[in-house]
């Protein structure tokens, strides 16, 4: 018979691990720190709209979109940032407000090499009739100069039914690469011809882009010590900081890359009646989560292994911006993001008593004495964010919530600031690429500026000083901005023009 | 330079992990004895030590420097992790259970208090929440040693010894090369998992590289004396078990070591160690950390005391209902002529799947006593498919073909 001390494991090797570092921004929990490819960074979800939409025009579909794999730095050869084949991508909808997904969009990604013995992505010259052993500058996903060459598959689950969404020529979904340069590929070309339009109104896409996101990262995660502007107080801007279409401070995230997957599909799809429904429907309502997978080490294994499929492991998910990085204590974070979102209640202190307020809240204390003022906890007037609004809320769960029968703003006169600054289809309400998730969260989360009390200065006018993003968005699907290339690439820093000061 | 000095020197003429340990955390306490994590650090390695040489005075001292950390710091989590460790350790496994759930609610992404919780419920026979807590702790880092080790030993109860030796290699190979007592753990339980099914030279093989990296370390010796036991070379048996109750001398020991000597025909030392064993046994039965399985079977298949067998496996059974311990109370109810009762607690020990030749036996030895000769037939073959060489399978041969003619044609 063994004795206990037989079973009692290895304590030693792990009691003497370092803790885990502290988190940043894109790289929220110890989980996903430690796996770069399934950390999720943003989580998109709007109406979609074009460059000349009308105003009120009736809403036909919705854009979807997951952001994963942090800050890449897009000169960082030589393979550049390929998708993970071993995990599962999931962008997972809500439709009847009980925070249990009714609707999963499921990618998965196969990478193939073309030139094994190249060492990279290796081309160019196609202008000038090309040089002697090196394929022609990429312009598609045939050359063989795109050594690496990603595809990819997406099926749709809802209800008992899987569908795989494909061409309607059985072609493969290429995924766009990194953008190695002008002279070894056409980038522009390559997104262009990577952006698939399906029946049924169905487009998809997956590639390196830029990254949508924009923000002061160093400022937020150096304890909140956001830039001293026009107003003289740091981190509250002055009325013409706060409607500039410009940065006056460095956005962090310039110039680096992400690996984004989109997909667009008519409303009908979403909703639990299949129709598309007027704003003030119940029903025209869904939350919208993001997860990445992995297989599991199971204690019991598969009986059948080459048959049955394997169990999955959560790795990561996202509804809401920043409530992983921002509210979520250190030692929940693993929880959190391995947990459904049906079970957030588990989170609600963190939700509703956010430590982030209590913390900027403490500093300006002594910063600007009597400057800000915060609402105190319980912070009720943010479980708009974390439930359904009306009748049935459904459980406290971390979804982006989007009402689908709200009309997308035409672009010319949306608001970065979203629903707090009256533009009804912004964040949120969904959340656009370029809705300043930053700004909203410092004056809906800390300023308390859902409570018409705490609706006034300094709240109000919080903000980092980084109202745009670095590189222009498109105006169709799938939204977002060209990756930037590794040779010419530029990040904005401190300091330089557009950067804001050092001090 | 002087600390270096002084460690290196220790460390030339200290032979195992845990003392280094023990050493350097004096050291520590004595340039600063007004320090927490000097004291954590010392309990931790008391702790590791008490693993080491099986005296638990280890975890008594272990116990104090945290009760002198928790002075310095009430609420510090180290100190708070190493407890449960303790608790685990003394065998008191209700307690630990408790404070393992208080310490996830604290910090629910902790992985060692994952593994701590797998412990205490695997030794309280609560399976599922076991597995639960272990497949958790393998999602939060997939592959990781607590991990590995936890799930590794679940696969065993769980009958999957191939998945459980998998596991333990894994385990093994992430281990620093320099924590010795940490391998040669791993390498004994690699040792008994090929034993277990009558792999004895695979098995050899494990323990050999054991004793080679920790010598005389008290588990493998055990496991080697069963395994010579089971080749019927019961003189090294004797000195191989001999010198496991010289280095870990507990009650459960003895036993397995007059056991030993009463097979290889030294029936005078042999009886004298055996009364031995039950007065050390009783005296220490009330206890938590106690002997009390073997002193079932002592009374079951030596003494001929059933009564006390069943007295004991009842006390036993209100604290842990793990498979062991269903086994013993099964074995203590049939030997009282309780069979129908037996035979339910032996099928609730098998029903958790593990393959174990001595609780097959058990099980149709059981169900031959109820009157079922076919179950008794299927579990007496499956003992002996199992493992040929079990310490049962002579008595299982006999139950078999004592039953077989009756099927006959």
């Given at each position: 018979m063994r004795s206990f001390e037989l079973c009692l494991g290895l304590g030693a090797a792990l009691f003497l691990a370092p803790p885990p570092g502290s988190p940043s921004n894109h790289r929220e929990a110890p989980i996903t720190a430690l796996d770069h490819k399934a950390d999720i960074t943003d989580l998109y979800a709007f109406v979609s709209y074009d460059q000349n939409q009308a105003p009120g025009t009736p809403p036909t579909k919705v854009t979807l979109?997951?952001?994963?794999?942090?800050?890449?730095?897009?000169?960082?050869?030589?393979?550049?940032?390929?998708?993970?084949?071993?995990?599962?991508?999931?962008?997972?909808?809500?439709?009847?407000?009980?925070?249990?997904?009714?609707?999963?969009?499921?990618?998965?990604?196969?990478?193939?090499?073309?030139?094994?013995?190249?060492?990279?992505?290796?081309?160019?010259?196609?202008?000038?009739?090309?040089?002697?052993?090196?394929?022609?500058?990429?312009?598609?996903?045939?050359?063989?100069?795109?050594?690496?060459?990603?595809?990819?598959?997406?099926?749709?689950?809802?209800?008992?039914?899987?569908?795989?969404?494909?061409?309607?020529?059985?072609?493969?979904?290429?995924?766009?690469?990194?953008?190695?340069?002008?002279?070894?590929?056409?980038?522009?070309?390559?997104?262009?011809?990577?952006?698939?339009?399906?029946?049924?109104?169905?487009?998809?896409?997956?590639?390196?882009?830029?990254?949508?996101?924009?923000?002061?990262?160093?400022?937020?995660?150096?304890?909140?010590?956001?830039?001293?502007?026009?107003?003289?107080?740091?981190?509250?801007?002055?009325?013409?900081?706060?409607?500039?279409?410009?940065?006056?401070?460095?956005?962090?995230?310039?110039?680096?890359?992400?690996?984004?997957?989109?997909?667009?599909?008519?409303?009908?799809?979403?909703?639990?009646?299949?129709?598309?429904?007027?704003?003030?429907?119940?029903?025209?309502?869904?939350?919208?989560?993001?997860?990445?997978?992995?297989?599991?080490?199971?204690?019991?294994?598969?009986?059948?292994?080459?048959?049955?499929?394997?169990?999955?492991?959560?790795?990561?998910?996202?509804?809401?911006?920043?409530?992983?990085?921002?509210?979520?204590?250190?030692?929940?974070?693993?929880?959190?993001?391995?947990?459904?979102?049906?079970?957030?209640?588990?989170?609600?202190?963190?939700?509703?008593?956010?430590?982030?307020?209590?913390?900027?809240?403490?500093?300006?204390?002594?910063?600007?004495?009597?400057?800000?003022?915060?609402?105190?906890?319980?912070?009720?007037?943010?479980?708009?964010?974390?439930?359904?609004?009306?009748?049935?809320?459904?459980?406290?769960?971390?979804?982006?919530?989007?009402?689908?029968?709200?009309?997308?703003?035409?672009?010319?006169?949306?608001?970065?600031?979203?629903?707090?600054?009256?533009?009804?289809?912004?964040?949120?309400?969904?959340?656009?690429?370029?809705?300043?998730?930053?700004?909203?969260?410092?004056?809906?989360?800390?300023?308390?500026?859902l409570n018409v009390d705490f609706n006034h200065f300094p709240n109000n006018v919080l903000g980092d000083g980084v109202n745009v993003n670095d590189a222009p968005y498109r105006t169709s699907f799938p939204y977002l901005a060209s990756a930037p290339d590794g040779r010419n690439r530029r990040h904005v820093d401190p300091g330089e023009v557009g950067g804001g000061p050092i001090p | 330079m002087k600390t270096l000095l002084l460690i290196a020197a220790l460390a030339s003429t200290i032979e195992s992990p845990a003392e280094r340990k023990i050493a350097s955390a004096r050291l520590w306490l004595k340039k600063d004895s007004g320090s927490y994590p000097a004291r954590n650090a010392l309990a931790l390695a008391l702790a590791r030590r008490a693993r080491e040489t099986g005296d638990p005075a280890y975890y008594r001292q272990a116990e104090e420097a945290l009760e002198a950390s928790f002075r310095i710091s009430p609420d510090n989590v180290e100190a708070a992790r190493l407890s449960v460790w303790t608790l685990l350790g003394k065998h008191e496994f209700a307690r630990a259970l408790e404070e393992a759930r208080a310490l996830n609610r604290r910090m629910p992404d902790d992985l060692l208090t994952y593994a701590f919780l797998t412990d205490a419920h695997v030794e309280l026979g609560n399976y599922e929440e076991a597995e639960e807590a272990a497949q958790w702790l393998l999602d939060l880092r997939p592959g990781n040693l607590a991990g590995l080790t936890r799930g590794g030993y679940l696969r065993e109860l769980f009958g999957d010894i191939d998945g459980a030796l998998e596991w333990m290699l894994m385990a093994h190979d992430q281990t620093h090369f320099n924590e010795n007592e940490d391998r040669a753990w791993i390498l004994t339980l690699m040792g008994h998992l090929e034993a277990s099914r009558g792999r004895l030279e695979a098995s050899e093989g494990y323990l050999a590289q054991a004793l080679e990296l920790f010598p005389d370390y008290h588990y493998a010796l055990g496991e080697l004396g069963k395994v010579r036991m089971a080749q019927k070379r019961y003189p090294e048996a004797v000195s191989l078990l001999r010198l496991r109750y010289e280095k870990a001398p507990h009650p459960e020991n003895l036993y397995d070591f007059a056991g030993a000597l009463a097979l290889a025909g030294e029936t005078e030392e042999a009886e004298a160690l055996f009364a031995r064993f039950e007065r050390e046994a009783r005296a220490e039965s009330e206890g938590v950390d106690n002997a009390?399985?073997?002193?079932?079977?002592?009374?079951?298949?030596?003494?001929?005391?059933?009564?006390?067998?069943?007295?004991?496996?009842?006390?036993?059974?209100?604290?842990?209902?793990?498979?062991?311990?269903?086994?013993?109370?099964?074995?203590?109810?049939?030997?009282?002529?309780?069979?129908?009762?037996?035979?339910?607690?032996?099928?609730?020990?098998?029903?958790?799947?593990?393959?174990?030749?001595?609780m097959l036996y058990h099980a149709g030895a059981i169900s031959a006593a109820s009157g079922d000769r076919k179950a008794a037939l299927r579990y007496l073959e499956e003992s002996l498919a199992l493992n040929p060489y079990s310490p049962v399978a002579t008595e299982a041969r006999e139950s078999l073909q004592q039953l077989e003619p009756q099927v006959a044609p």
């Open positions: 979109i997951l952001g994963v794999d942090p800050l890449l730095e897009p000169a960082n050869g030589p393979t550049l940032f390929p998708f993970d084949p071993g995990i599962l991508y999931e962008i997972r909808i809500d439709n009847n407000r009980n925070a249990v997904a009714d609707v999963i969009f499921q990618f998965r990604f196969s990478t193939e090499y073309q030139l094994p013995g190249v060492y990279a992505a290796a081309a160019g010259f196609s202008d000038l009739g090309g040089a002697p052993g090196v394929p022609p500058r990429i312009e598609d996903f045939q050359n063989p100069g795109l050594n690496l060459r990603q595809t990819y598959r997406v099926t749709m689950i809802r209800g008992n039914k899987r569908v795989e969404l494909e061409n309607e020529d059985g072609s493969p979904f290429f995924a766009v690469p990194g953008n190695a340069g002008p002279r070894t590929m056409n980038y522009e070309a390559l997104f262009d011809q990577a952006t698939y339009h399906l029946d049924d109104g169905v487009s998809v896409f997956a590639g390196t882009t830029d990254d949508a996101f924009w923000i002061d990262l160093g400022a937020a995660f150096d304890t909140a010590n956001f830039r001293t502007l026009g107003s003289g107080v740091p981190g509250v801007l002055t009325n013409d900081e706060d409607m500039a279409q410009q940065n006056f401070a460095s956005d962090t995230v310039s110039g680096f890359a992400v690996n984004s997957i989109a997909i667009e599909v008519p409303i009908e799809w979403l909703t639990r009646t299949g129709e598309i429904e007027a704003a003030d429907s119940p029903d025209a309502t869904i939350g919208v989560w993001g997860t990445t997978s992995r297989r599991k080490m199971t204690i019991r294994r598969s009986p059948g292994p080459a048959t049955t499929r394997g169990e999955w492991r959560q790795v990561q998910r996202m509804g809401n911006p920043l409530i992983n990085e921002l509210l979520i204590g250190i030692g929940f974070k693993d929880r959190f993001s391995m947990d459904q979102p049906k079970n957030d209640a588990q989170f609600a202190d963190f939700f509703l008593n956010p430590p982030i307020a209590t913390i900027v809240e403490s500093l300006y204390s002594v910063l600007v004495p009597g400057a800000l003022d915060v609402p105190p906890a319980p912070r009720n007037d943010l479980l708009p964010l974390v439930t359904y609004t009306g009748p049935k809320t459904g459980p406290i769960a971390d979804l982006l919530r989007l009402n689908t029968g709200v009309a997308a703003t035409p672009p010319q006169t949306a608001s970065r600031l979203g629903l707090i600054a009256g533009d009804g289809a912004g964040f949120p309400n969904g959340r656009r690429v370029f809705d300043d998730v930053v700004d909203i969260t410092l004056r809906v989360g800390v300023g308390g500026v | 009390n399985r073997e002193l079932v079977f002592y009374y079951a298949d030596r003494a001929s005391e059933p009564e006390s067998a069943l007295a004991i496996a009842e006390r036993e059974m209100a604290r842990r209902r793990d498979v062991f311990t269903r086994d013993a109370f099964a074995w203590a109810l049939h030997r009282s002529g309780k069979s129908a009762a037996a035979r339910g607690e032996i099928e609730a020990a098998l029903a958790v799947g593990i393959k174990d030749a001595r």
